[in-house]
């Protein structure tokens, strides 16, 4: 028998959309959208041009699927704005604006009891369990659909590493049913639903530096050899989670003010060309860079810049 939920149905309804993209208004109305997805032999999905693009052009915007302060630096829980440190942490928040349009899966949150949870994790330096807890409660407030990153690309997990999880989902789902949420409402929360949005999270989450510090894409990797003091989040995206790697890239993904994503070129783009970004540090020798995107992500990097010795 379902527990009957001790929410209100305002938790189940918002007007605000999940995640969004749109294309740089600099240009003719007239002109196509200066990208596309495609399908290719070698790489899985990928992103080109559909028509010439100048360096330094911003390509599109994206807001994120799902997303998740840093402990390290006060962020807003919605958009990881900067907050100041004197902040009261009972409102997390860098406006109105973000308190509305994240009121339902943060009343959600805020009626489970987390700490051994976040202790487990926050013990261990795990990152990516949040942002599956932060999905979880958008999925039961009514923000964002439990299938949300089925579209991306997952990491292959070990059966070792399937077995690590399994404390850490059993802690997760018990705070939810400790809170008195209905089983009709977390129905889809199984240890498989748990295991394929993490082997996607792991593989597309986004490392949140803002602008002040340095403009390269970083993603959030357990092996990069980064500060984490440094990064006022995490998050996925969808589109630009189709750009694939190279060394030498000729675009890259800035947050500005929050993380709200811009992908802007590095050079003049050809109509057709791929259009490729960094996943890790490009200032790294070959060799570091080589390990870092086989152990991250699981591939041998034989972009231009590797096969060349540089």
């Known amino acids: ?79 990881l704005a900067s907050l100041p440190h ?5 409102s997390p928040f860098c406006s109105q604006h973000c308190h509305q349009r994240s009121k339902g899966y943060y009343d959600v949150e805020m009626n489970a009891n987390w700490v051994a949870f976040d202790d487990y994790c926050g013990t261990r330096g795990l990152k990516y369990p949040f942002l599956v807890k932060r999905l979880v409660c958008m999925v039961i407030s009514g923000d964002a659909r439990s299938d949300t990153l089925d579209i991306l690309q997952p990491a292959n997990f070990t059966p070792e590493m399937v077995s690590e999880m399994e404390e850490e989902f059993v802690l997760l789902k018990s705070a939810f049913t400790k809170a008195l949420i209905g089983d009709e409402h977390i129905a889809f929360l199984t240890k498989q639903w748990y295991i394929n949005v993490l082997a996607r999270i792991r593989i597309n989450a986004f490392r949140i530096e ?31 989670s189709f750009y694939n790697h190279d060394c030498d890239p000729n675009a890259h993904i800035i947050w500005i003010d929050n993380a709200h994503a811009k992908l802007k070129a590095l050079r003049d783009i050809d109509e ?39």
């Open 1 to 79: 028998m379902a527990v009957a939920s001790k929410f209100s149905r305002r938790f189940f309804n918002n007007p605000f959309p999940l995640f969004s993209f749109h294309f740089s208004s600099s240009t003719a109305s007239s002109l196509p959208p200066p990208i596309r997805v495609a399908l290719t032999d070698s790489v899985g999905r990928a992103v080109f041009a559909t028509r010439s693009i100048a360096a330094a052009d911003l390509i599109h915007t994206a807001s994120p699927a799902v997303c998740h302060p840093s402990s390290a630096r006060p962020a807003c829980y919605a958009c």
């Open 210 to 240: 803002l602008a002040g510090g340095p403009y390269e894409d970083l993603l959030s990797l357990a092996v990069a050899s980064v500060e984490a003091e440094a990064a006022v989040g995490n998050a996925v995206y969808v589109l630009p």
């Open 86 to 90: 004197s902040q009261p942490l009972r």
């Open 272 to 310: 057709g060309e791929e259009l490729r970004i960094c996943y890790i540090d490009a200032s790294l020798d070959r060799d570091a860079r080589r390990e870092l995107l086989f152990r991250g992500f699981g591939f041998q990097c034989n972009c231009h810049r590797c096969l060349h010795g540089d």
